[in-house]
């Protein structure tokens, strides 16, 4: 009976559920409000499944990612690896992973989409002297043109601090390999979440993630935009979209644990320095709310981005330091 609920939740799921991230949260916006542009070079527009595919999907649907069983004080919670940039058949999660959001008593995300100051923390105005700095520089203009690339309206970011709009371009770059955020394999959780009344809890706020997007010193955003620009341009960041999608789609655990080893992120010390904030700094957060979390007393189905489950440093390992029993649960030993 609860697996069908999960089904019917699937069947009307709506595009303000289907963005994850700081970084596309902005772009449901536009979304939303038919900004989109439409033309001949753009992507197909993304669309809500209807009523027989979502039945065939909940049929069919393998399970994808990665998920655990961790346990303490005899009772447990699970870790989901997720992707924030998906296909439309990858909407339904598979038997296993939805027999652990059944069993849990509260979801847990990166970020509550629903949170009343999401919006307006999205739409905070850049500091004045960085706005000046990144429209002098030509960076504000560039990422613009990559907007208007992706047929978005660069217009509808005229307000928006430009790190935050150059993660929006990096995301939609993904749609011409038919990867979108609208899938985000997150934000269909917590419609999920929602539909089987369970308490949805964000582990991280939306500031939280835009100050990691803009940087404490101008020189950090500066080199984010910059890594984005040629990124996007060169074909470079949706190469990487690639082998991240085919991983999460075929749980590729080893070539996860082996990101650090290919990931071509790491090879100057701003560079080591971000992905140290990116992912080392949150994990250690994170590891610490879910285990307080879970040690009151409540199930947790966390579910958060693939990358916070990688090696030594990822959720598993750092729950397993903190006495947790973790069974890997997908894919199988």
């Known amino acids: 009976m609860g697996d069908m609920r999960l089904f019917s939740e699937g069947r009307s799921v709506r595009k303000r559920h289907l963005f994850q991230s700081v970084a596309v949260l902005v772009l449901g916006f536009c979304a939303t409000s038919g900004t989109f542009a439409q033309a001949p070079r753009c992507p197909v527009a993304a669309s809500v499944p209807d009523k027989t595919l979502m039945g065939q999907m909940f049929r069919t649907a393998p399970d994808r990612g990665f998920l655990w069983k961790v346990t303490k004080d005899g009772h447990s919670s699970w870790l989901y690896g997720t992707l924030h940039v998906a296909k439309q058949d990858w909407l339904m999660p598979g038997p296993l992973t939805r027999a652990a959001i059944l069993h849990s008593s509260e979801v ?144 590729d655990i080893k070539r996860l644990d082996a990101y650090r080893d290919w990931c071509d992120c790491l090879n100057t010390a701003q560079e080591r320095r971000f992905m140290s904030r990116l992912l080392d700094e949150r994990n250690v957060g994170m590891a610490a709310k879910i285990a307080k979390i879970h040690e009151s007393g409540t199930s947790l189905f966390v579910a958060v981005g693939s990358l916070h489950m990688a090696g030594p440093q990822g959720l598993p390992a750092l729950l397993r330091k903190d006495g947790f029993t973790v069974q890997q649960v997908v894919p199988a030993l």
């Open 108 to 251: 847990a995300l990166e970020l509550d989409l629903n949170a009343p100051d999401t919006a307006t923390s999205l739409r905070q105005p850049e500091d004045a002297a960085r706005w000046a700095h990144l429209v002098q520089s030509g960076r504000k203009a560039k990422v613009d043109a990559l907007m208007d690339q992706q047929c978005v309206p660069s217009a509808a970011f005229a307000h928006v601090a430009v790190g935050v709009e150059a993660a929006g371009v990096e995301a939609l770059s993904a749609r011409g390999d038919g990867y979108y955020p609208d899938y985000a394999v997150d934000a269909v959780l917590q419609g999920m979440a929602g539909s089987l009344k369970k308490p949805l809890i964000g582990l991280e706020t939306v500031q939280m993630q835009r100050d990691l997007l803009i940087g404490p010193e101008q020189a950090e955003e500066d080199a984010f935009i910059d890594d984005i620009i040629k990124g996007v341009s060169s074909g470079k960041t949706q190469a990487e979209n690639r082998r991240l999608a085919e991983m999460w789609a075929s749980s």
